[in-house]
């Protein structure tokens, strides 16, 4: 008589390693295509978001990751700000929220006093706070910097070499990283433009975010985050705010590449005396499978409003001869003042460029809602369309980004210099004008133009309002180098072939310390 086998017990789940994004699309998106990477090497992957974000999260990512889910921590909707209020004071709820909501999910439970932890946890270096809660349940944390290397390198050399004042005409090497990023005194000069009115979410700044949670009361006010250092890297002689919490972190992630940034890779591993890895840059795979055609944001960016469809942008953009274009934004989070936005109306309409200037409207405070003045409401150049006819075309709010850098039209990009926009400029061989406004984005715009030498500054002393005379003239002198226009189609050849090779090691290389983590 047989007896029945016994059924195979299940197999226990992939082990689990959380990503911590801050709040803001120039953080959110890398954070999740980060997700998507180690979902597919088989391991857990849950993104952790205030509910606030969910509707940025595609409805199919379940679908097409099995092993990548969202992890919603509650928060309350935000009230519009009223006249004079603490403009910080929706942040300091917001980060109670998210601490209450990450202490719940890892205390015991009646019914389960022993849950199951996660391999680690990843933090967005914004983010960097939530390390206290995560160490207080014994689970390691990775920071997570969703700009590139180079501006950290450059933050770090400069507070290592004490370098706290240059006169014109003077530089300064520093130490370990290459000649051409010499510190000039203009790197020194900083917009004196204080704490931003209205702050609208991340954007690709590191800024170290180095906010101990307090559930009483929410994180310290605004200076503990969002005082000076927020409008540019550290000053001169003062200590990057991500250096003290990268003591406790067991290894570090950029949103870069070797192939782009390995020599400031290479220069940040060896300060801090960890594993520092290049994973990205952290674009959407459509963008690594359409090299050398056209894009399109519709099947990419959902829910996206904008004044013009993107047949229409195709339609424009198709009637131009080919590098002619030149392309302006400033991303969704930061641009010029209502003053220097007149004055680049002004040049864009003395120019004989054709151009798309996408303008995004009024800023928001910093988790959404409306401003607090009616003259904050934002900048629309009436009456230019008018002016310059069809040689311009201006959009309200959202530009279809991705379509226009990969259009053979397009010949340069006016742009802020945030990472996100950097790299995505980079891939498809479209040089710059830089005109950064805050955190990393200066030392974005000196690695576009001094290292990689694909772009021009659209002023030499960005402590000042940028005049139309200088974009003037910085719209030609981009838009007639040749030589410049060479250097960024070589450059973009590595990105030629899809996802760079070197970040898919580095992802390799990282999911396999966390296998020696869970196991030992």
């Known amino acids: ?196 009115p209205h702050l609208r979410g991340g954007g690709g700044g590191k800024g170290g975010g180095g ?70 840059p952290l674009l959407p795979e459509q963008y690594w499978k359409s090299a050398g055609s056209l894009l399109h944001d519709r099947e990419i960016r959902l829910n996206r409003q904008s ?36 004055e680049l109306a002004a040049a864009l309409e003395a120019s004989t460029r054709p151009f798309i200037w996408a303008i995004h409207g009024p800023p928001q405070t910093f988790l959404g809602g409306s401003p607090d003045s009616e003259s904050d409401q934002g900048y629309f150049p009436h009456g230019l369309d008018k002016k310059v006819g069809e040689r311009g075309l201006i959009i309200r709010r959202w530009a279809p980004q991705l379509l226009i850098l990969s259009h053979p039209s397009t010949g340069g990009f006016l742009s802020h210099c945030g990472w996100n926009s950097t790299v995505e400029a980079i891939g498809r061989g479209v040089p710059f004008l830089t005109w950064p406004i805050r955190g990393d984005q200066y030392y974005n715009a000196k690695l576009v133009v001094d290292h990689l030498k694909i772009g021009h500054p659209v002023s030499e002393d960005m402590s000042r309002d940028a005049m139309r005379d200088d974009i003037g003239k910085g719209i030609e002198r981009l838009m007639t180098d040749k030589g410049m226009r060479e250097r960024a189609t070589h450059i973009r050849t590595a990105f030629e072939h899809g996802f760079p090779a070197s970040s898919a090691d580095a992802l390799d290389a990282f999911t396999g310390l966390m296998i020696y983590v869970y196991f030992s």
Not at 216 to 241: H, L, R, Y
Not at 330 to 342: H, I, K, N, R
Request: glycine fraction near 8%.
């Open 1 to 196: 008589m047989s007896s029945a086998l016994p059924s195979p017990s299940p197999s226990p789940p992939p082990p689990e390693i959380l990503v911590v994004p801050f709040f803001g699309q120039g953080h959110l998106l890398p954070c999740m295509e980060l997700c998507k990477h180690i979902a597919a090497r088989k391991w857990r992957a849950t993104l952790v978001i205030s509910s606030n974000l969910s509707s940025s999260v595609p409805s199919s990512l379940h679908h097409h990751y099995p092993l990548l889910q969202i992890a919603e921590i509650p928060s309350s909707a935000i009230p519009p700000a009223e006249p004079g209020s603490d403009p910080m004071a929706a942040h300091r709820a917001h980060h109670s929220q998210m601490a209450r909501g990450l202490e719940d999910m890892f205390a015991p439970r009646p019914d389960d006093p022993s849950p199951s932890r996660p391999v680690c946890a990843v933090l967005d270096v914004m983010m960097g706070w939530t390390g206290e809660i995560f160490a207080k349940y014994q689970i390691p944390t990775v920071g997570f910097f969703t700009s590139g290397a180079c501006s950290l390198a450059m933050e770090l050399a400069v507070w290592k070499a004490k370098v706290e004042d240059l006169k014109p005409g003077e530089t300064c090497r520093l130490p370990g990283l290459p000649e051409d990023m010499a510190l000039t005194a203009s790197d020194l000069k900083r917009r004196p433009k204080g704490l931003l």
């Open 211 to 280: 906010i101990p949670p307090n559930l009483e009361s929410g994180p310290p006010g605004p200076m503990g985050v969002f005082g000076p250092k927020f409008m540019g890297p550290p000053g001169p002689g003062q200590q990057p705010p991500w250096v003290d919490e990268s003591g406790s972190w067991f290894a570090m992630l950029f949103h870069t590449c070797a192939e782009l940034e390995g020599v400031f890779l290479d220069y940040l591993a060896g300060q801090v005396n960890k594993p520092v890895w290049g994973v990205g």
């Open 307 to 342: 004044s013009v469809s993107e047949d229409e942008v195709i339609q424009w953009l198709d009637s131009k001869p080919r590098g002619s274009a030149l392309y302006v934004s400033f991303g969704s989070e930061v641009g010029p003042t209502t003053e220097e936005s007149a």
